[in-house]
């Protein structure tokens, strides 16, 4: 089992930037697809951005945020740029064993970090 820690969220005013930071434990990191997953009060949680080879995002962050991994020291990050009060929400990082794009649901993602808080005022 991959151990996942997230870091960088806090509060940020609408237009801001924030870089959220995902360390993952184990050898094996170039072999995974990388994840990012966010989940507002009240709402299920919803794909942000994923990246193997090449990245994926979902068309309400495209443009705005940014997916990248650093192999060697087994990090992604999540830079966030332009952020609204609909990023609001508690993002997660997660790990898949394989460098295909998968589907863009949590349950195509095997591990997971604890979840840090990104609150965007306005």
């Known amino acids: 089992q991959v151990q996942l820690v997230e870091s960088g969220g806090g509060l940020v005013q609408a237009g801001g930037s924030l870089t959220l930071s995902c360390v993952a434990s184990g050898p094996t990191f170039n072999s995974y697809t990388l994840g990012w997953f966010r989940q507002a009060p009240w709402k299920e949680r919803e794909f942000v951005a994923a990246i193997s080879w090449v990245a994926d995002y979902a068309d309400s962050v495209k443009g705005r945020f940014r997916i990248t991994r650093h192999n060697a020291n087994n990090t992604q990050r999540l830079q966030m740029n332009s952020l609204k009060s609909e990023d609001t929400a508690v993002y997660y990082c997660?790990?898949?064993?394989?460098?295909?794009?998968?589907?863009?649901?949590?349950?195509?993602?095997?591990?997971w970090g604890q979840g840090t808080q990104v609150t965007v005022s306005s």
């Open positions: 997660a790990v898949r064993l394989g460098l295909m794009i998968p589907p863009r649901t949590p349950a195509a993602f095997g591990s």
